[in-house]
């Protein structure tokens, strides 16, 4: 029973937030309204979730949790903590609204299963073949879909969560997802950017991001195929009956976000897999009870919902911080913003977001000190320092929602995920640094 209370409050939620964002361009007041009563409904029912989650989840949440309360009353009690309570309260909604509204894919009747209810194996690849498999379609998928691309592939390869991803079938699928990052225009993180820096051209930055990105997707398979891969090891097929479904998602996510420019991909997202979930499910002899019913039992996640809104407190709690005392020493350091200054600034993001710090935090208490300390930075440049560091720390990062998604809906360690992305990190780092270097290059601008 309290578990479809919390399936029902989490569908509320989706309505209300989604609904939220639509009408926030035209009725500012009531959308705020809307959007605190969803992130009302997904408090209480992370109260009723907290009950029934392992007690390492529970452990894990309170810890970064409490660390993010300290940072935010320290912020408050120093004059600093404007706004911690939407920060907190508001914050991490759109990325649960994503979480939440791409549970009904599994309503969809995606592939034939067996008696058991695990998918037959002809859905999956296997091997190095499987590796191949999943970092390709990542990078496609999740240049639209983002984080979605990375659920619609770990739910394939898990059987829909009934068994446990291994530590390389995840870190792929949040490897691939953040080369997106680079170049993708439909990802947030170059809206940002735009909005940021009125000067940054996108015929620029674009053609070196991509070219990051494939770089990093050669990365990623070569870092997967090495060592032994057992026999059971699985990735997501490249056929036409497993891509059909994520790709008709994609072009209607594409169409939904070019017909409403305005209007955030997570929201059109939310849109497009809800209504196709229930739309496309067997509904043969139900009720509209019915249907509601298993709507609200297909919302499941109680370890990534418990994670993700104790790393909200913390990332609140250290932007605060770090608001209130910016990086100034920035322009002691340096003469100019250039190779150097980039590749020190995408590993200031990656420490950071491996400490709890969201990317917009890191950027929005460093661009106001780099823009006046190097007035003459160019904003293309500074943006796809920006967008690269963006990519490198996600892939990095044990907060990132690709790696959440990969402990708390995966079963896969924290830990092993971060050993693992400590021997990729390097070689990121020098892609990143090469990608610099050339449009440094290209472009005449100082080294």
Partial sequence: MIRVADGVLLLIFMVLQAAGIYLKKYFSDLSLVLRYAGAACVWAAAFFIF????????????????????????????????????????????MILLFVSVCFLRLMPHSKKNSDGTRVDSSVWYG????????????????????????????????????????????????????????????????????????????????????????CLVLVYVYSALGKISDDERGYPLNFMSLVMPVSLMILVFAGHFLLPKIPVVAVTAV????????????????????????????????????????????????????????????????????????????????????????????????PVILTVFPEVSHSFLALSYLTGWGVSGAFSPFSAANLLATGRYGVEAGMIFRSNLLYLPALLIAAAAQFLLYSMYFGLPL
């Fill in 51 to 94: 009950q029934r989650v392992s007690r390492s989840v529970r452990h894990q949440t309170l810890t970064i949790a409490g660390i993010g309360a300290v940072l935010i009353a320290v912020a408050v009690a120093t004059g600093n903590g404007e706004g911690w309570f939407s920060g907190v309260v508001l914050g991490p909604m759109n």
């Fill in 128 to 215: 190095r073949k499987g590796m191949f498999g999943s970092t390709v379609a990542g990078a496609l998928l999740s240049s639209v879909l983002n984080v979605a691309a990375v659920i619609i592939l770990g739910d394939r390869i898990s059987d829909d969560g009934k068994r446990k991803l291994t530590p390389r079938e995840a870190v792929i699928l949040g490897r691939s997802l953040y080369t997106s990052t680079f170049w993708s225009p439909f990802f947030v993180a170059t809206t940002v950017m735009m909005t940021l820096f009125p000067d940054m051209e996108l015929a620029h930055t674009l053609p070196f991001g991509l070219g990051l990105s494939l770089v």
């Fill in 272 to 367: 497009v897999c809800p209504l196709a979930g229930l739309l496309l499910m067997p509904k043969k002899g139900m009720t509209a009870g019915d249907v509601v019913k298993k709507g609200a039992g297909c919302i499941q996640i109680d370890n990534v919902l418990m994670l993700y809104l104790g790393v909200a407190v913390l990332a609140e709690g250290a932007g605060l911080v770090l608001r209130a005392w910016p990086p100034v020493f920035i322009g002691d350091l340096l003469s100019h913003y250039g190779v150097v200054a980039a590749m020190l600034m995408v590993m200031l993001m990656t420490a950071l977001s491996s400490l709890g710090v969201h990317q917009l935090i890191t950027i929005s208490a460093t661009a």
